[in-house]
């Protein structure tokens, strides 16, 4: 069963400053990964999408990593601001479309 | 815009009545969408996935007596809790299937459940 873990589970920064996040799982046999945001009782909005093939993708402030052998994806965000604020949840594709997410990462970015 | 939809964003009940969500795919005819719980600052986990004309199929430790699955149209998916209780009380989020196997799944707003 692919288990998928989020670290820190908590993080607040001053605006500015650039953020790491970072998700580990431990099947390596993934189809993708996928990073997302989520605002507090909304649902998600997909941020990047990197496929099993890939080592990164980028859009605009974001930049996201895939090391698949290594079971680990980190996800950039740089000059965080404000709006950043949220919590940010990494998913991983099985080949039978199922997401396996981790339990997210809760950003403060202090103005 | 929204590709996904759900109704309602909140609801309460009383414990032992039955809440009915529906989940609609508003761009795509989806012969496939899934159904998500989260607990408050846990991950999301897979309930069912949901298939047009055919029976959903449940994840192990999902009560499928409990939370009915009716997928009767390409673009509605429906979820219903029976006979609710308050552990029941979760943030339910469908989601459909993107045009291809590469692409990202695209989720529904959520609906807000509390069973007192």
């Known amino acids: 069963k692919q288990e998928v873990t989020q670290i820190p589970a908590a993080l607040s920064v001053p605006e500015g400053e650039n953020l790491v996040l970072n998700c580990s799982f431990t099947d390596s046999a993934i189809y993708n990964l996928q990073w997302f945001r989520q605002d507090p009782g909304k649902g998600l909005t997909s941020l990047l999408l990197?496929?099993?093939?890939?080592r990164e993708q980028t859009s605009g402030r974001l930049n996201a990593s895939l090391d698949k052998s290594s079971g680990r994806s980190t996800l950039y965000i740089a000059a965080s601001q404000p709006g950043d604020s949220a919590t940010y949840l990494c998913?991983?594709?099985?080949?039978?479309?199922?997401?396996?997410f981790g339990a997210g990462t809760t950003v403060t970015v202090r103005a | 815009g929204a590709v996904v939809s759900q109704h309602p964003s909140w609801v309460i009940c009383k414990s032992g009545t039955s809440v009915k969500i529906e989940c609609r795919s508003l761009d795509f005819q989806a012969t496939t969408m899934f159904w998500y719980r989260q607990f408050p600052k846990q991950s999301l986990m897979l309930m069912a996935t949901?298939?047009?004309?055919?029976?959903?199929?449940?994840e192990q430790g999902v009560e499928k007596d409990k939370f009915l699955i009716n997928h009767a149209s390409l673009t509605l998916s429906t979820l219903t809790v029976t006979s609710a209780h308050p552990e029941d009380s979760s943030f339910y989020i469908c989601?459909?299937?993107?045009?291809?196997?590469?692409?990202?799944?695209?989720f529904g707003p959520g609906t807000r459940l509390t069973v007192l």
């Open positions: 998913a991983v594709r099985a080949d039978d479309y199922k997401l396996s």
């Open positions: 989601s459909r299937e993107g045009l291809a196997k590469t692409d990202t799944q695209y």
């Open positions: 949901s298939n047009e004309g055919s029976k959903a199929t449940y």
């Open positions: 990197i496929q099993s093939s890939q």
